[in-house]
């Protein structure tokens, strides 16, 4: 796991929970309330700038994203136990007991074609994150919501599939990006996500900039 993890920047965990677990968190992630989240940046090509990929966006481009947000999940009881034992142990095993400060937020993907997240960086969020996916439904090829990721020269697709964890080695600096959820999905595209940084390191200002979050500081 840890060399996968170093190699390729992520590791895949399916089935991540018991079902009776599991339904929980996808009663909880469905029944909450969002807030539109929309986001332009002129800037942020520029400072992300890669003239080594010949595909990545031009610096005079602007990085978008659309998608929705609440802070009523992360602050459940459920999903806080869950993140405490099923996500935060393979964390710390794979930073080397290196993170110890994480901030989490629940993120909404409306089947409606116009969700979505352009190709960015996320290595000033932290060293390590994870994305969790909530669903009721066995995703398929084409309902879109496609988390992708340039790793070395080839493009890795990760489906949204129900109760799969994926582990994303921030430090490597892969670009990625989320594709829309296509109107033809049979449901909106969950997911719980989080960063982790180290544990003697200051919050990042990112952090605390959006309201619809939970940041927890762990002692050792």
Do not use: A, F, R
């Given at each position: 796991?840890?060399?996968?993890?170093?190699?390729?920047?992520?590791v895949i965990f399916d089935d991540l929970l018991p079902e009776e677990e599991y339904k929980k968190i996808l009663d909880i992630c469905k029944n909450?309330?969002?807030?539109?989240i929309s986001q332009k940046r002129s800037d942020r090509y520029a400072l992300w700038e890669t003239p080594n990929d010949k595909f990545f966006p031009d610096s005079d481009e602007v990085y978008e994203n659309q998608f929705w947000g609440t802070d009523e999940v992360v602050q459940t009881d459920e999903v806080k136990q869950m993140f405490d034992k099923y996500i935060k142990p393979k964390?710390?095993?794979?930073?080397n007991n290196q993170a110890g400060k994480f901030m989490h937020q629940t993120n909404m993907y409306r089947n409606n074609a116009k969700d979505f997240l352009r190709i960015h960086y996320d290595d000033?969020?932290?060293l390590c994150g994870y994305v969790f996916y909530v669903g009721e439904y066995q995703w398929k090829y084409d309902w879109g919501g496609l988390l992708q990721m340039r790793v070395d020269d080839d493009i890795k697709t990760i489906l949204p599939n129900k109760n799969r964890l994926v582990l994303m080695n921030h430090s490597l600096r892969m670009g990625h990006w989320v594709?829309?959820?296509n109107t033809w999905a049979k449901e909106n595209r969950y997911t719980i996500v989080g960063f982790c940084i180290d544990k003697d390191k200051d919050l990042p200002e990112t952090w605390t900039k959006r309201k619809d979050q939970r940041i927890d500081k762990w002692k050792y």
């Open positions: 796991m840890i060399e996968e993890y170093k190699k390729n920047g992520y909450s309330s969002y807030n539109k964390v710390l095993e794979l930073t000033y969020m932290g594709t829309p959820t």
